[in-house]
Nanobody, 116 residues
Framework: QVQLVESGGGLVQAGGSLGLSCAAS????????MGWYRQSPGKQRELVAT???????IYAGSVKGRFTISRDNAKNTMNLRMSSLSPDDTAIYYC??????????WGQGTQVTVSS
């Protein structure tokens, strides 16, 4: 199978920047699209951005122009560069992998807190 581990969360002031990383291990050749999702207290988990093996990307409207998703297939890593952060971006951020088998894999999540 595939395992995902996120890193890079933390506390940042509004207007600041932060980077997240996701490292994949296991049968990584099975990984098709990867993505970042986030969940705030009392809210449903929502899409942040996705990226295919060929680097086609999709962004949520709320983060477009501020966040950049990238992927290194050789290193089995995915990154999310976040800038112009606001308190509304405070959430647990989850790495996701969509396998060619149709299975969805999730990381354990990493907390991002933006102070005003």
């Amino acid at each position: 199978q595939v395992q995902l581990v996120e890193s890079g969360g933390g506390l940042v002031q509004a207007g600041g920047s932060l980077g997240l990383s996701c490292a994949a291990s296991g049968i990584t050749a099975w990984i098709n699209t990867m993505g970042w999702y986030r969940q705030s207290p009392g809210k449903q988990r929502e899409l942040v951005a996705t990226i295919t093996r060929s680097d086609s990307t999709i962004y949520a409207g709320s983060v477009k122009g501020r966040f950049t998703i990238s992927r290194d297939n050789a290193k089995n890593t995915m990154n999310l560069r976040m800038s112009s952060l606001s308190p509304d971006d405070t959430a647990i951020y989850y790495c996701n992998a969509n396998l060619y088998t149709g299975t969805l894999i999730w990381g354990q999540g990493t907390q991002v807190t933006v102070s005003s």
